[in-house]
């Protein structure tokens, strides 16, 4: 495969940490010396649809595609305001497409997971051009009294169009199963039968775990899609890392000790939008012509579950 078209679209409520003082017992030095993110963008009028439907489009225009040539959908979505149908079909209506449509929860590690299943279903299936949405709003997921969690968090979406080539060099997905780090329940509808006692809550995370595990995981597949692909980590032009926090991207970064001019950030703009970041980053690159034909990317990213994924792509638009 080989990505055509990059979009993203974000909240327009541009929500600053002198902003989060007014209510929480915090300050902007705080939140900026252990996150890096400075602001963040948060649904406040529109809609998670209205975010995933925009930067599709630009993806599509981009890539100098029209609905009717996208074969497939692929949406990366934890939550959204429907239970049922999925985020996929309900986007797939307004942006007028015309094909079959599934969503992915793989938490902050879906645009990797999706770029998988998407190689392989241009390797498989008779298809021309898949769309891969990442529409993602963790900033309803977080009690807004809680310091601690609710200053990671923005809201947005970022999307790539796909076709047939030969720029995946490398990609490996893995999961390791641990929930207590992060994870969020939420009470479904009473039944006259049920006896079990539900939890209905806020998302809770353990930083200091969520930290170890997605600092050991992200080296631990960078180092075996470098081996895949054969090529060391200086020729790889660009890390392109899921914006979680920057003292986890600082610390893979001195890991691989590579200059930190190969590690674009825009965590300080947005903060974690989940699975949207790297898609987002990656537009962001586009767009701003940082992205030189020939380019080795090196993409990674962890989320809850606990989900990674990283790969290597040759970058072709």
Same mark, same amino acid.
């Given at each position: 495969?080989?990505?055509?078209?990059?979009?993203?679209?974000?909240?327009?409520?541009?929500?600053?940490?002198?902003?989060?003082?007014?209510?929480?017992? +915090?300050?902007?030095?705080?939140?900026? /010396?252990?996150?890096?993110? =400075?602001?963040?963008?948060?649904?406040?009028?529109?809609?998670?649809? !209205?975010?995933?439907?925009?930067?599709?489009?630009?993806?599509?225009?981009?890539?100098?595609?029209?609905?009717?040539?996208?074969?497939?959908?692929?949406?990366?979505?934890?939550?959204?305001?429907?239970?049922?149908?999925?985020?996929?079909?309900?986007? *797939?209506?307004?942006?007028?497409?015309?094909?079959?449509?599934? !969503?992915?929860?793989?938490?902050?590690?879906?645009? %990797?997971?999706?770029?998988? %299943?998407?190689?392989?279903?241009?390797? +498989?299936?008779?298809?021309?051009?898949?769309?891969?949405?990442?529409?993602?709003?963790?900033?309803?997921?977080?009690?807004? @009294?809680?310091?601690? *969690?609710?200053?990671?968090?923005? !809201?947005?979406?970022?999307?790539?169009?796909?076709?047939?080539?030969?720029?995946?060099?490398?990609?490996?997905?893995? +999961?390791?199963?641990?929930?207590?780090?992060?994870?969020?329940?939420?009470?479904?509808?009473? +039944?006259?039968?049920?006896? @079990?006692?539900?939890?209905?809550?806020?998302?809770?995370? #353990?930083? *200091?775990?969520?930290?170890?595990?997605?600092?050991?995981?992200?080296?631990?597949?960078?180092?075996?899609?470098?081996?895949?692909?054969?090529?060391?980590? =200086?020729?790889?032009?660009?890390?392109?890392?899921?914006?979680?926090?920057?003292?986890?991207? !600082?610390?893979?970064?001195?890991? /691989?000790?590579?200059?930190?001019?190969?590690?674009?950030? #825009?965590?300080?703009?947005?903060?974690?939008? /989940?699975?949207?970041?790297?898609?987002?980053?990656?537009? =962001?690159?586009?767009?701003?012509?940082?992205?030189?034909?020939?380019?080795?990317?090196?993409?990674?990213?962890?989320?809850?579950?606990?989900?990674?994924?990283?790969?290597?792509?040759?970058?072709?638009?």
């Amino acid at each position: 495969m080989r990505i055509i078209g990059t979009g993203s679209a974000h909240p327009s409520l541009v929500v600053t940490n002198k902003m989060l003082e007014n209510f929480l017992d +915090t300050s902007d030095e705080w939140i900026v /010396s252990r996150t890096g993110i =400075e602001q963040r963008r948060l649904i406040s009028s529109e809609s998670l649809e !209205d975010l995933a439907v925009e930067s599709a489009l630009k993806a599509m225009e981009n890539a100098g595609v029209v609905p009717d040539d996208i074969d497939f959908l692929i949406v990366s979505n934890v939550c959204n305001d429907y239970v049922t149908p999925s985020l996929s079909c309900v986007i *797939q209506g307004e942006l007028g497409i015309k094909c079959p449509c599934f !969503d992915i929860n793989c938490a902050c590690s879906g645009f %990797i997971y999706a770029l998988d %299943i998407a190689e392989s279903f241009l390797a +498989t299936k008779d298809l021309r051009n898949i769309l891969i949405v990442c529409a993602e709003q963790p900033g309803r997921m977080v009690d807004w @009294k809680d310091r601690a *969690q609710c200053v990671l968090f923005g !809201d947005g979406a970022g999307s790539v169009v796909v076709t047939k080539g030969d720029d995946m060099k490398a990609i490996r997905l893995n +999961t390791v199963s641990k929930v207590d780090p992060l994870w969020q329940k939420r009470a479904m509808q009473p +039944t006259p039968f049920l006896r @079990k006692e539900e939890h209905d809550g806020p998302l809770v995370m #353990n930083g *200091q775990d969520v930290f170890k595990l997605a600092v050991s995981s992200s080296i631990d597949d960078i180092e075996k899609v470098l081996s895949k692909a054969n090529i060391s980590a =200086e020729d790889i032009d660009l890390f392109v890392l899921h914006q979680a926090n920057i003292r986890i991207i !600082d610390a893979i970064r001195h890991f /691989s000790k590579q200059d930190k001019s190969k590690f674009p950030v #825009n965590i300080n703009k947005y903060g974690n939008t /989940s699975s949207a970041t790297i898609p987002i980053l990656l537009d =962001e690159l586009n767009r701003e012509g940082k992205l030189k034909n020939g380019d080795l990317l090196l993409m990674s990213a962890f989320g809850a579950g606990f989900t990674t994924g990283a790969c290597i792509l040759r970058w072709s638009k």
